[in-house]
């Protein structure tokens, strides 16, 4: 086992995708896994099984055994992680079942572990990984664990019987490889940028040597402010790429005048407070209530994650579609805002957690704190209880005393113009999600459903 550790924005998942996409084209079998709490693949539950399929896919003989383990229990996809450890890494590789001769080493990646959600599920399964390398030193299995320097990670590993399961592989933001990295990423993405813009293209060079150095300073090899700045900058939204260059300047200067120890985030907190500031005042009350809903998230919800599709949360929050793209049309550096053709199946989320991670510090943050899950949480119960209160007063205006669901009578707040059958099944999809969402968190049975 591995285990490539660094801070937030470093490039762990840069890194970690490239191996698993150059891995693929040889004959190593590949498995991977990147969690993202911010984009809701983060449930420990599905870890072990999601792993398992991807190995089936890529090998015969144990796509056979699951096969046959799984007719014989078809619930062994639902059962715990230790049990589910045991069926698909331990016994087929282990005790025999699926030869070890039969593959060439199986390359197991896992991005991300510090999102995954709670922190005793990362300590289990790091546990189940760290126990299986150092008792089954023969089975096929190379690991490769990508994650923060949590304290919590650190000191299980840190334990003596773990000690010889594992090599560690430390990325700092100001190492060499990681700040050639970034010039290399910068100069490309420039280039691009000076491509898509015909006045720029008479320019000999720009950026000018000396802000582009300049830059790659303030970068420090930290991968999330290089593509910060590079959405910034090239912002299809606007076609000032010159203005918003010096921008970015203005702020590095700013920062180098202000603070004689740096600390590594500092430009990437400079840059995130700039975008924030630049929310005219009339949209600033729904950007924050939106960057709330979508950063915060309570325990008790985590495994509710119809929040970040924009259609639902436009649906939840009770705003028209209009209303949502109007309070985010100053993040698009920030957050991956969908396009309202795909606003029912793409995501919303910050395309960094670091972003995340800003507003959720007050220290980083400042006036821009979000608050905390609880306050969000009480927030949730609230809308919650109006969207069946809603319910309930139509039901009654139109005098149905029948039992049953309550669909029907959900109010939707994003557009279904047409009446396409697609649209019509989206539209009974998105009331059926309401409904169902309304009720599962005003009765707090999030763990039922």
């Known amino acids: 086992m591995m285990w490539l550790v660094g801070p937030a924005g470093v490039g762990?998942?840069?890194?970690?995708?490239?191996?698993?996409?150059?891995?693929?084209?040889?004959?190593?079998?590949?498995?991977?896994?990147?969690?993202?709490?911010?984009?809701?693949?983060?449930?420990?539950?599905?870890?072990i099984a999601t792993l398992a399929y991807q190995i089936a896919l890529q090998h015969r003989i144990y796509r056979r055994y699951i096969q046959s383990k799984t007719e014989a229990d078809p619930m062994l996809w639902t059962k715990t992680i230790i049990s589910q450890f045991s069926e698909f890494i331990v016994k087929p590789f282990v005790n025999g079942q699926v030869p070890q001769s039969s593959c060439d080493p199986i390359l197991i990646l896992i991005d991300g572990l510090d999102e995954c959600s709670g922190e005793r599920e990362q300590i289990l399964l790091l546990s189940l990984i760290s126990y299986f390398t150092i008792r089954c030193p023969r089975a096929p299995f190379l690991w490769v664990i990508a994650s923060r320097p949590e304290s919590h990670i650190k000191?299980?590993?840190?334990?003596?019987?773990?000690?010889?399961?594992?090599?560690?592989?430390?990325?700092?933001?100001?190492?060499?490889?990681?700040?050639?990295?970034?010039?290399?990423?910068?100069?490309?993405?420039?280039?691009?940028?000076?491509?898509?813009?015909?006045?720029?293209?008479?320019?000999?060079?720009?950026?000018?040597?000396?802000?582009?150095?300049?830059?790659?300073?303030?970068?420090?090899?930290?991968?999330?402010?290089?593509?910060?700045?590079?959405?910034?900058?090239?912002?299809?939204?606007?076609?000032?790429?010159?203005?918003?260059?010096?921008?970015?300047?203005?702020?590095?200067?700013g920062e180098f005048r202000c603070r004689t120890n740096s600390q590594p985030m500092a430009h990437l907190d400079a840059l995130y407070r700039y975008i924030i500031t630049q929310i005219p005042s009339s949209d600033l009350p729904r950007t924050r209530e939106f960057l709330s809903a979508m950063v915060l998230e309570h325990p008790e919800v985590i495994r509710f994650r119809m929040k970040n599709r924009m259609t639902f949360f436009c649906?939840?929050?009770?705003?028209?579609?209009?209303?949502?793209?109007?309070?985010?049309?100053?993040?698009?550096?920030?957050?991956?805002?969908?396009?309202?053709?795909?606003?029912?199946?793409?995501?919303?989320?910050?395309y960094h957690q670091s972003f995340a991670d800003f507003?959720?510090?007050?220290?980083?943050?400042?006036?821009?704190?979000l608050g905390t899950q609880d306050e969000e949480l009480d927030k949730d119960?609230?809308?919650?209880?109006?969207?069946?209160?809603?319910?309930?007063?139509?039901?009654?205006?139109?005098?149905?005393?029948?039992?049953?669901?309550?669909?029907?009578?959900?109010?939707?707040?994003?557009?279904?113009?047409?009446?396409?059958?697609?649209?019509?099944?989206?539209?009974?999809r998105a009331r059926t999600d309401l409904y169902v969402a309304a009720i599962v968190i005003s009765t707090n049975n999030v763990h039922v459903y």
């Open 12 to 47: 762990k998942s840069a890194i970690m995708q490239t191996i698993a996409e150059q891995e693929a084209k040889t004959s190593t079998i590949v498995a991977a896994i990147f969690f993202s709490s911010s984009n809701a693949r983060n449930d420990p539950s599905k870890v």
């Open 155 to 253: 000191n299980h590993l840190a334990r003596k019987k773990f000690a010889s399961s594992f090599e560690k592989l430390e990325i700092s933001i100001d190492s060499n490889e990681a700040c050639q990295d970034v010039e290399r990423f910068l100069n490309m993405e420039f280039q691009r940028i000076k491509a898509a813009n015909p006045v720029l293209l008479l320019k000999r060079r720009w950026p000018p040597e000396h802000l582009f150095l300049k830059i790659i300073t303030a970068a420090s090899g930290l991968f999330a402010y290089a593509a910060t700045i590079i959405r910034f900058i090239g912002d299809s939204s606007s076609s000032e790429p010159v203005a918003r260059l010096q921008l970015v300047i203005d702020l590095i200067d």
């Open 315 to 350: 649906d939840w929050i009770g705003w028209a579609p209009n209303d949502l793209y109007g309070a985010l049309r100053r993040l698009h550096a920030v957050v991956d805002v969908p396009s309202p053709r795909d606003a029912f199946d793409h995501p919303i989320r910050p």
């Open 359 to 369: 507003l959720l510090n007050p220290e980083r943050s400042g006036a821009f704190f």
């Open 381 to 428: 119960k609230q809308r919650a209880n109006g969207i069946l209160r809603d319910i309930s007063q139509r039901r009654t205006a139109v005098g149905d005393t029948a039992s049953g669901l309550s669909e029907k009578y959900v109010n939707l707040s994003w557009w279904y113009e047409s009446e396409t059958d697609v649209d019509v099944m989206m539209r009974d």
